[in-house]
C-alpha cells in the first residue's frame, strides 16, 4: 500500500531523492567506494559542497554579496550562532514570539544582549502571527520564525521592519519565493523542503557580519566557515548529499516558484475542506494558516477513533497534532504530491457521510 | 578490482554496515518509508538513538554514572563545548599540545579561562607524545587528545596526571580497551572508527557536570542534552544509525578487546616493513606511534612516482600523507582488514626488489 507521508519533520523526501541517496551509500559516482568513506576533501565530496552552495544562490535567487553554508547544529545552535554573529556587545535586537521555536530563538538570543519582543501571540496558544510594533532605534535586527510547524501558522510575507531581517526558514525555506535582499542572515535546518536531519543552511549578507565587537568560538563563527568553503571542519557528507540531490530535483521540477504552486494548490485542497466539513475545525487564524502544515481539529472528540481508523487504513502517516496543540496536523512539504492531500480529504469526506 | 580504502576520515566502513544502511535509505523496518523520511520521534527512531547509547556503554564498560550524547558539530565544536562544561568561570585547565586538533582545542578553551599547556611537541613537528608536567594545584582538569591523526602519534596509554581527564579520541575511540574511571569527558567525531561524518559522540560523568558558574547556551550544554535522552533537537538521524550499525558491527565481532587485537597486529606488519625496508622512514618517534595512523616518506624521493603507480595499480585508495607532513599515512582503522595492510606490505617490498 502506498503511504501518505505527512511528518512534521524529518519527513517526505522525494522518491528519486531516496533512490539516488541509497545507491550513493553503496558506490558513489562509480568510485567502487561509498559517500561515506571517501575524504571530504576528496574532489568528488568537495564538488558536491560546491554545487550545493550554487544551487541554494541560484534557486533562492541570492544577491552577490551572499554566502551559503551547511553546518552542523540544527535552527537550535542557529538561534544562539545568529545572535553571536549578528547582535553586538551591549546592542538591541527584536524579536517576534510566533512560537515555540521563536521562544527558544529569544531564549538563547537574551545570553548576548538586549531582546526587546516586539510582538506575540503566546497568550493565545500562537494560534496566528502576531502584529508587532516598530523595532526602535538602534535595534540591528528583527528576528522572525517564518513558518511555525507546531501551529501551523506562517508570515503571509516577508515583514516589514524598517531594520535588516534575520529569519529562522527551517519548516517553509524553498516552498515559495522571496526577495533575500532585506536579509542579513538565513538559516534552516534542512529537514523539511531541504533534505534530511543533519545539516543546517546558513545564507547570510557577507558585510554584515565581523561587527560585534566580540571574539566568537570558531565553529560559531559564520566567516570561520565561509573562509573554509563550508569545510571548516568535515562536514555532515550524507546529509549534504542528500540536499543536494533534493535541490537538483526542485531545479528539474521547475524551482521555488513551481514548489510554491504546488504548495498553494496543497494548501487550498485541505483547508477548503477544513472550511466545509462540519466535522472538522482549524486551529490557526484563517489569514495566519500555514502553506506547510495544516492544524486542524475534529469538533465531535467522540469520532476520534474512527477518524484515526480511517485515515490509518487509507496510509496516512504522521497526522497526529503536536502535544502542544492536539488534534490534527496534515504536513504538506515540498515532496508530498497533491494526491496525498487528496486522499486526506476523501478520508474526511468518508467520515462525514457516515454521518 | 577490490579498493584498499586507507582514508584517513572519512574512512573505511564495514562492508554489511554499508550495505545496511543503503537499505534503510530504501526501506526502514519495512515501514515502507526511508529511514530518513520519518519522525525523530518515532518508536523505531527512538530505538535506534537508545540502543547506540547503550551499546557505547558497553563495548566502553562505561561506569554507571555516564551519559552518552549523539550530537552534531563534530570535535571541533566540542573544543569549545568542553571547557564550556568543564572550566569554571575564572578556573585553569591544563592542555598537552600534541598536534593540529589539540592547539584547535587550546585556541577555543583559551576563550573561556586559563589554559596551561603542560606539554608540547610543536617544536618537532610533532613527532612525538611530548612528556608533560604535572598540573598545578586548582587545575579542573587535563585535556588530550589520544590520537594524532595528521602526525601518526597516538597516547601508548591513559595518561597519569593527578586530576580528572578529558579527552578527544575522534580518531582512536573504540580501538582499544581503557578504563574511563579517571575521565570526566571523552568526545569523539564519529567519522573514523565509529560510523560516518555527521555526528560526535559524548561520554561524561555526570556529576561533573553543572559546576562552572557559568550560564550556557543549551545547544551547548551537556546536562540539556542529557535531560532530553540525546533528542533535545533533532538528531543526525542517518550518522546516528550507521554508528549504531558500526557498533552492532562491533559486538558481534569480540568487541574492543578483538578490535584492539586486530589493530596491534595491522600496525605491527607496517611499522616492521618501514623499519626493515631501507625505501622507507616513519614520521614519528617509535615510542609514540600510532595504532591507526602510520606516517612514512621514502628515503630516495625520486622512486615517489614509481611508488605512487604501484600502490595505485593495486588497489590503494587515500595513502597521501597530510599536507603539514608530507609523504605517505596509512590509517588502519577498525573496519580496514588486514588484507590490505598486507597489499601496501607488499607493494612496499615490489619497490625495494625493483633495485
Known amino acids: 500500500m502506498k503511504i501518505h507521508n505527512f511528518s512534521a519533520g524529518p519527513c517526505i523526501l522525494p522518491p528519486e531523492v531516496l533512490n539516488e541517496a541509497a545507491a550513493a551509500v553503496n558506490d558513489f559516482n562509480g568510485l567502487g567506494l561509498s559517500l561515506i568513506e571517501i575524504s571530504h576533501r576528496s574532489k568528488d565530496f568537495v564538488a558536491v559542497m560546491e554545487e550545493a552552495r550554487s544551487a541554494v544562490k541560484e534557486l533562492l535567487n541570492l544577491p552577490e554579496r551572499f554566502d551559503v553554508l551547511f553546518l552542523q547544529g540544527g535552527a537550535s545552535l542557529g538561534f544562539y550562532t545568529a545572535a553571536m554573529n549578528l547582535l553586538p556587545e551591549g546592542g538591541k535586537a527584536a524579536y517576534v514570539d510566533s512560537g515555540t521555536w521563536s521562544a527558544k530563538a529569544i531564549k538563547e538570543a537574551k545570553l548576548l544582549g538586549n531582546i526587546d519582543v516586539v510582538g506575540s501571540s503566546k497568550a493565545t496558544n500562537y494560534d496566528g502571527i502576531p502584529a508587532f510594533n516598530a523595532p526602535e532605534?538602534?535595534?540591528?535586527?528583527?528576528?522572525?520564525?517564518?513558518?511555525?510547524t507546531i501551529f501551523g501558522t506562517q508570515f503571509s510575507g516577508t515583514p516589514e521592519a524598517g531594520v535588516p531581517l534575520v529569519a529562522d526558514m527551517s519548516s517553509d525555506i524553498f516552498s515559495r519565493t522571496f526577495d533575500a535582499n532585506p536579509f542579513h542572515l538565513i538559516y534552516a535546518g534542512a529537514q523539511k523542503n531541504m533534505g534530511p536531519a543533519g545539516t543546517v543552511m546558513y545564507a547570510f549578507d557577507r558585510e554584515a557580519m565581523g561587527h560585534t565587537g566580540r571574539t566568537i568560538p570558531s565553529y560559531l563563527d559564520l566567516t570561520?566557515?565561509?573562509?573554509?568553503?563550508?569545510m571548516f571542519n568535515t562536514p555532515p557528507v550524507f546529509p549534504v548529499y542528500v540536499t543536494l540531490l533534493t535541490l537538483r530535483w526542485m531545479k528539474a521540477n521547475g524551482g521555488v516558484a513551481a514548489m510554491q504552486q504546488r504548495n498553494e494548490a496543497k494548501s487550498a485542497l485541505i483547508y477548503t475542506e477544513i472550511d466545509r466539513n462540519p466535522l472538522f475545525e482549524g486551529h490557526a487564524q484563517v489569514d495566519s494558516r500555514s502553506h506547510m502544515n495544516a492544524t486542524f481539529r475534529l469538533t465531535d472528540e467522540s469520532k476520534a477513533e474512527r477518524f484515526d481508523a480511517l485515515w490509518q487504513s487509507a496510509g496516512i502517516s504522521g497526522l497526529k497534532g503536536h502535544r502542544?496543540?492536539?488534534?490534527?496536523?496534515?504536513?504538506?512539504?515540498?515532496?508530498?504530491?497533491?494526491?496525498?492531500?487528496?486522499?486526506?480529504?476523501?478520508?474526511?469526506?468518508?467520515?462525514?457521510?457516515?454521518?
Do not use: I
Not at 532605534?137 to 528576528?143: F, I, Q, V
Not at 570561520?224 to 563550508?230: E, F, I, L, Y
Open 137 to 148: 532605534a538602534g535595534t540591528s535586527y528583527l528576528h522572525y520564525t517564518s513558518n511555525n
Open 224 to 230: 570561520v566557515h565561509a573562509g573554509k568553503d563550508s
Open 324 to 355: 502542544s496543540v492536539g488534534g490534527y496536523r496534515a504536513s504538506m512539504y515540498n515532496a508530498l504530491p497533491l494526491e496525498s492531500v487528496q486522499t486526506l480529504v476523501d478520508v474526511m469526506q468518508a467520515l462525514e457521510s457516515e454521518g
